[in-house]
């Protein structure tokens, strides 16, 4: 009989944490919690398999499951010494879901479950506070009509709301039981009105509703996009955890909290977190009160830390850290109940965290001797470190500040105000920068927070939605600003005597949580010394090089700040765009007379020298990799009638001979066309003038610094093995021609870009005239899959929704069909040559799984833009290391 549910607490614990994939993040650590003896409430995990089974027999739960839950429920009844659905001593549970990785917020979550008109004065009785059973009451209706019976959240809240401004009290916790009962029956009216029948009574139908909910919440839309955002696959499933409640609300000795083990923005070594007194845990994270620091040194005069309000509880809770970071070698992110001066704890999982943190924590932590080096370098994701190049405020730059609220996530951004999820990405969706501005946020908000450039909230503390799942996107986040008034239906702003429109303009300091009017301009960030350390044991493990793509001196620059080992890929069409230079590119194409077409080209050539020599200074040495000309060609044809008679001045034609000649250029398919070493063939006149500005740039600076200079000239879309012999030969009698000239010596590589099929399938043939292949994988994808990358965005997005892909082909590898092409061009290429240089160049030479499947095929370096420069090589040691522990095994 398939085991469909694991108990944990009170002596019996069928999990650990190694169990993750079956019983969820939350389960596998529920059970092991308790294996290491900490005080957790007990309760039983409703597996992964069974969510699984339940979508897979149309929302159908296996025929033995409820028999196996009594038997659990049974256990936990006896281990607290109370009853589900009993109307004297009631057993209360809490049911969430706990996927087996960490999704804040994306799922549906059920407190206080088993109460009702019956158990809700057992409640009172047996806790002899009739105020707090009442508010439990509420709570669950509350929770259980918007999670399960699918009412709007805001009606229950507007009604509270309304209710406390006619009693003139501002605070939930000022309300009577009397008051309670009121808006309670208010609550059934709700639910009654809005579902067409009356609130459930019977705790069995409550318990299956809410374990239906969660495994229905899996497939939510918000649970969908946070998926498809973190690379989630929906085959995962979630499990369900049910457990016995325990009450942060009976009173001033009782409370709540979220806390980690260290600081989850900057990582520092301290004990960090917030608590509410008199609440329950979904307070603290709906950021519907303000909560309270724990620790009496992080607390301001006017605020209560829990080390002066509970004193032994935060005792309690400092060993509690201690043994969890040394048992799971990682900084946790812990929930926990104080209830009558006793601790529970509900959740420990490894804390969500910036880049900037999950740098110094994996730094500190291998420092310290809780893990080693590879285990830090495995534990930073590579994709995080983007976080740690945002902007930061120009320090010059006047402002104006309006607000301040918590510095949530770090980073700064400027962009126009939407009050509405929706809002952000339809103006983001036109190319606006935009600030989210909310009063909080929730689960629905998730795709305005990813489209936003920061996230704005008037409410809630450094725990709350908006603070957590910004912090993992990586976008900027000011939390809790309270001075701030948002109005939604006016869809306004009003701050210290400033009134700001849907459209405005407002900047965020993620840093130190302040607000600024207007736009302040943003500067570069500075690297840290743990970057650097991290960087430098990265780069003592991995084996493949990181190169950039780069074709001007910024980009070079900013390359080699980051660690780039040269240039993998210089597109030289990009210089060609210059006001100084585009006439003369035209004036090359567009004119039949030979004599014209070596005069533009000519004027071409010391510009693209320059721009050559510029490189090679700046890489100092390091391989630098050229392409030559490889434009679509309508990208360069005159558009206009202004441009058109430009043109036809310069040469002294006549317009209407170019308009013809225009015409005939003109290509169905440019992509397909007269590009790559299609056009040095039909006019090799081209590739000689960028081959010798190539080679007298290389001189000239071996010469000016004293360093070699060793240029690898990449022909591009070569199909056939007599291309590239043709286009060597003649750049070959070039660089000959230069070197006689200059009475000089120069070693060179020429090599080609491996970008379509047919290159890839004769590779051993093409390998005998080139030096190195580089992988154009952008090109490759198209002409594998027959996609334009241009056209294809409008419906791959749906093929990786339904599962037609596993992702955009164009942002992580095709493995099983282009890859396929990589690897046969790797085998084929070093067959005939074993010490072929190979690389790749395309826009998956940043992106970490595409890199470690490059690792798996051998080859030599990748290359990507100067800012994945970072990201490349923490993903190639890691691959590494991957490898190496694949080996072992």
């Not at 307070?283 to 004193?311: C, F, S, W, Y």
């Not at 370098?377 to 983007?386: H, K, Q, Y």
Request: net charge negative; charged share 25%; hydrophobic share 40%.
């Amino acid at each position: 009989m398939t085991k469909w549910i694991y108990s944990f607490g009170a002596g019996q614990n069928d999990g650990n944490a190694g169990m993750r994939n079956l019983l969820g993040g939350k389960g596998a650590n529920l059970a092991e919690m308790s294996n290491i003896g900490l005080p957790v409430p007990p309760g039983f995990t409703i597996t992964t398999e069974v969510c699984s089974a339940f979508y897979e027999n149309g929302r159908k739960y296996p025929d033995d499951l409820k028999a196996q839950l009594d038997d659990a429920m049974a256990r936990v009844e006896k281990a607290m010494g109370l009853r589900f659905g009993d109307a004297d001593a009631p057993l209360l549970v809490s049911v969430r879901s706990g996927a087996r990785v960490s999704m804040p917020g994306m799922m549906d979550t059920v407190l206080n479950l088993g109460l009702n008109d019956q158990t809700v004065e057992g409640l009172a009785r047996s806790s002899g506070d009739s105020r707090f059973a009442w508010d439990s009451y509420r709570r669950f209706i509350q929770m259980y009509g918007s999670v399960v019976l699918g009412v709007s959240h805001h009606r229950f809240e507007d009604l509270l709301e309304q209710t406390k401004r006619e009693l003139g009290k501002h605070d939930d916790t000022q309300l009577t039981a009397e008051e309670w009962q009121m808006i309670l029956k208010g609550y059934k009216d709700i639910v009654l009105n809005e579902t067409g029948t009356p609130f459930p009574e019977d705790p069995q139908d409550q318990l299956w509703g809410a374990i239906g909910a969660v495994f229905g919440s899996w497939m939510n839309p918000r649970a969908n996009t946070y998926r498809k955002l973190h690379d989630i696959p929906a085959s995962w499933g979630t499990a369900v955890n049910v457990q016995s409640m325990v009450f942060g609300n009976m009173g001033e000795d009782c409370a709540t909290g979220v806390c980690f083990t260290r600081d989850p923005s900057t990582g520092e070594n301290v004990f960090y977190g917030e608590y509410l007194i008199n609440a329950q845990g979904e307070d603290v994270v709906a950021g519907i009160r303000t909560p309270q620091p724990m620790a009496a040194e992080r607390a301001t005069p006017d605020q209560n830390p829990m080390e002066k309000a509970l004193p032994e509880a935060y005792q309690e809770m400092l060993k509690v850290r201690d043994l969890l970071e040394r048992h799971y070698k990682d900084m946790q992110d812990i929930e926990f109940t104080v209830q009558s001066n006793t601790l529970y704890l509900l959740q420990t999982r490894s804390g969500k965290r910036t880049a900037a943190a999950a740098l110094r924590i994996a730094i500190d932590m291998a420092q310290e001797g809780l893990i080693t080096k590879e285990d830090a370098i495995s534990r930073v994701p590579p994709a995080s470190l983007d976080q740690l190049l945002h902007p930061v405020l120009d320090p010059k730059a006047e402002r104006k500040q309006l607000a301040r609220g918590l510095p949530a996530s770090p980073g700064a951004a400027t962009g126009v105000i939407a009050f509405s999820a929706e809002d952000v990405e339809d103006r983001a969706s036109k190319g606006e920068d935009v600030i989210l501005v909310r009063i909080e946020t929730s689960p629905e908000d998730v795709h305005g927070m990813h489209a936003a450039r920061g996230v704005l909230t008037t409410r809630g503390g450094m725990t709350s939605h908006a603070a957590v799942v910004a912090r993992g996107m990586g976008r900027v986040c000011v939390a809790g600003a309270g001075s701030i008034m948002v109005d939604y239906k006016a869809q306004t702003l009003t701050v210290n005597g400033h009134t700001l429109k849907a459209g405005d303009w407002l900047t965020l300091d993620g840093g130190t949580g302040a607000v600024y009017l207007g736009r302040v301009p943003t500067i570069p960030p500075t690297l840290s010394g743990d970057f650097s350390t991290l960087m430098g044991w990265a780069d003592s493990v991995r084996r493949l090089g990181v190169r950039a793509n780069a074709e001007t001196p910024e980009d070079a620059e900013t390359a080699r700040r980051f660690g780039a080992e040269g240039i993998g890929l210089c597109r030289t069409e990009h210089m060609f765009f210059g006001p100084d230079r585009i006439g003369h590119v035209r004036q090359m194409i567009m004119t039949e007379e030979k004599d014209a077409r070596a005069k533009a080209i000519g004027a071409l050539l010391p510009f693209q020298r320059d721009d050559f020599a510029a490189l090679f200074r700046i890489m100092a040495g390091l391989p630098v990799t050229i392409r030559l000309l490889d434009p679509p060609l309508h990208e360069f044809l005159p558009h206009g009638e202004a441009e058109l008679k430009d043109v036809a001045k310069a040469l002294g034609q006549d317009v209407e001979a170019l308009r013809a000649r225009r015409s005939a250029l003109s290509e169905s398919n440019p992509m397909l066309g007269h590009r790559g070493c299609r056009l040095g063939i039909s006019y090799p006149e081209i590739y000689a003038m960028q081959v010798r500005a190539i080679t007298e740039a290389a001189l000239a600076v071996s010469k000016e610094t004293g360093k070699a200079v060793i240029p690898e000239i990449m022909i591009p879309l070569v199909g056939t093995k007599a291309e590239l012999d043709l286009v060597r030969k003649a750049s070959e009698a070039v660089i000959a021609s230069v070197l006689k000239e200059q009475n000089a010596t120069l070693d060179y590589h020429i090599g080609t870009m491996i970008e379509l099929p047919r290159a890839a399938i004769t590779a051993d043939k093409i390998a005998e005239s080139a030096d190195f292949f580089s992988f154009g994988t952008n090109d490759l994808t198209q002409t594998t899959l027959g996609l334009s990358r241009d056209d294809a965005g409008s419906f791959l997005p749906e093929y990786v929704e339904k599962g037609l892909l596993p992702q955009d082909p164009f942002i992580s590898i095709d493995q099983e069909g282009v890859g396929a092409l990589v690897r046969m061009g790797v085998e084929k290429g070093r067959a005939t040559k074993s010490d072929i240089k190979l690389g790749i160049c395309g826009e998956h030479g940043g992106d970490p799984l595409s890199i470690s499947f490059f690792e798996s095929v051998g080859l030599d370096y990748v290359s990507c833009s100067p800012f994945r420069v970072p990201v490349a090589r923490l993903a190639s040691a890691q691959a590494a290391l991957a490898a190496r522990k694949a080996v072992k095994a």
